[in-house]
């Protein structure tokens, strides 16, 4: 199918699935993890597994979707921040952070949310599991943007 403006054939539409289908399948598994936590008993090995599964697809999520539309200037993790559009240098500034902004300010609501919870129920250790995963990511992202590992095709060198 083809779009057209003023008579003027533009680039052929392509499904949302085609252009979106990372994003829709990374949450379909987590969606996929937490039915399965809830419907499983979490002292058994499986259910173990699933809540350590929800922990890490939520920070598959927001690798995908966080890199998708968020920058981190000098980090291999985020994709390129464009020149600058801002004339304001404060708004500058939090366009090219925008992505440790979110992970800071996210990481630690979730950190309160685990700090209001018992570390032992149900879904204090799945919150745990994603504190840990959230410092992992926002490390990551950090350690990024200067160290280099050669070799590797994320790495700035």
């Given at each position: 199918m083809?779009?057209?403006a003023g008579g003027v054939n533009l680039k052929p539409r392509r499904p949302l699935f085609h252009n979106h289908s990372l994003s829709i399948v990374t949450v379909a598994l987590l969606v996929t993890w937490i039915v399965l936590y809830c419907l499983s008993d979490p002292n058994k090995h499986l259910g173990a597994f699933f809540g350590n599964a929800i922990?890490?697809?939520?920070g598959t999520v927001v690798m995908v979707l966080g890199t998708k539309y968020l920058y981190e200037r000098g980090s291999a993790e985020s994709r390129d921040c464009p020149?600058?559009?801002?004339?304001?240098?404060?708004?500058?500034?939090?366009?090219e952070h925008s992505l440790s902004i979110f992970l800071i300010a996210t990481g630690?609501?979730?950190?309160?949310?685990?700090?209001?919870m018992d570390p032992n129920s149900r879904w204090g250790a799945v919150v745990?599991?994603?504190?840990?995963?959230?410092?992992?990511?926002?490390g990551i992202v950090v350690l990024t943007k200067r160290l280099?590992?050669?070799g590797s095709k994320e790495s700035r060198e």
């Amino acid at each position: 199918m083809l779009c057209y403006a003023g008579g003027v054939n533009l680039k052929p539409r392509r499904p949302l699935f085609h252009n979106h289908s990372l994003s829709i399948v990374t949450v379909a598994l987590l969606v996929t993890w937490i039915v399965l936590y809830c419907l499983s008993d979490p002292n058994k090995h499986l259910g173990a597994f699933f809540g350590n599964a929800i922990a890490d697809w939520t920070g598959t999520v927001v690798m995908v979707l966080g890199t998708k539309y968020l920058y981190e200037r000098g980090s291999a993790e985020s994709r390129d921040c464009p020149p600058g559009r801002n004339h304001n240098r404060l708004l500058e500034a939090l366009r090219e952070h925008s992505l440790s902004i979110f992970l800071i300010a996210t990481g630690l609501a979730w950190v309160v949310a685990y700090a209001r919870m018992d570390p032992n129920s149900r879904w204090g250790a799945v919150v745990g599991n994603i504190v840990s995963e959230w410092t992992q990511t926002f490390g990551i992202v950090v350690l990024t943007k200067r160290l280099v590992e050669v070799g590797s095709k994320e790495s700035r060198e």
